[in-house]
């Protein structure tokens, strides 16, 4: 569950201290208060880091991470204030999709057509229009702390981490029932990628890398006993 959120434009002082931060997912309101003050204090006292490439938001004085491309690759969604942006590739205007003040979201990620963003809308998980809009909220009903959401390639599912017990879940991209896929395992699972065909999900399962049917079943460890920490697992291209 704990990990360190990476963030962009931090200075000397900024990126020391980020680097012995730990962010536990699922925090109380207050908590998230808490750390996004802390992170404004960093940013704060890290002043300006010269750019080594262009910056298609250099002019804005706020907290940005998490930049994902579009599948197109015109534009890139990031978050800027614990909100969700999107900006050009080649620069210009940002668009402040959610807009959402005192908000704590995370975690962007494009459909695969590019019309929509899932993202983390602490505690939940929402989605909305690439072009902005009303924002759906998918996981409400489940009181637990949900992250990392993943679409399938055709759009229709979002695998998450479901943070009861840090497990792995999958529900429709429209909403609806919630499907935990790896409650039984005993372990914390996170970090859930579709294969290319949709057919299997790869995940972190403890200090290996698993395998699971995106419709549940077995669970098959591909790593177990190595003797290392395994973590942030992806498919090749083929799924092979």
Do not use: H
Request: charged share 10%; with cysteine; hydrophobic share 35%.
């Amino acid at each position: 569950m704990g990990r360190l959120i990476r963030w962009m434009r931090l200075g000397a002082i900024g990126a020391f201290f980020a680097s012995i931060i730990s962010v536990i997912q699922g925090c109380t309101a207050k908590e998230g208060a808490l750390f996004a003050a802390l992170l404004f204090l960093l940013n704060f006292c890290s002043g300006p880091v010269p750019d080594t490439v262009p910056d298609p938001t250099s002019d804005r004085d706020i907290i940005e991470g998490q930049p994902q491309w579009s599948p197109n690759g015109s534009q890139i969604v990031f978050t800027c204030d614990f909100n969700i942006c999107l900006v050009n590739s080649g620069g210009g205007a940002m668009t402040n999709l959610t807009n959402n003040i005192g908000a704590f979201e995370l975690d962007p990620q494009w459909s695969a057509d590019g019309s929509q963003i899932a993202y983390r809308c602490s505690p939940d998980i929402c989605v909305i229009s690439s072009g902005g809009g009303v924002i759906t909220n998918l996981t409400s009903a489940n009181e637990l702390s949900d992250t990392q959401p993943q679409w399938s390639p055709d759009g229709s599912q979002i695998a998450f981490e479901c943070d009861a017990n840090s497990d792995i879940c999958v529900i429709s991209s429209g909403g609806g029932a919630i499907t935990n896929l790896t409650g039984a395992n005993g372990v914390f699972d996170e970090n859930p990628q579709w294969s290319p065909n949709g057919s299997q999900i790869v995940f972190n399962c403890g200090f290996d890398i698993c395998v699971i049917g995106s419709g549940g079943g077995a669970i098959t460890n591909l790593t177990n006993g190595n003797g290392t920490g395994d973590t942030t697992p992806n498919w090749s291209p083929n799924g092979t």
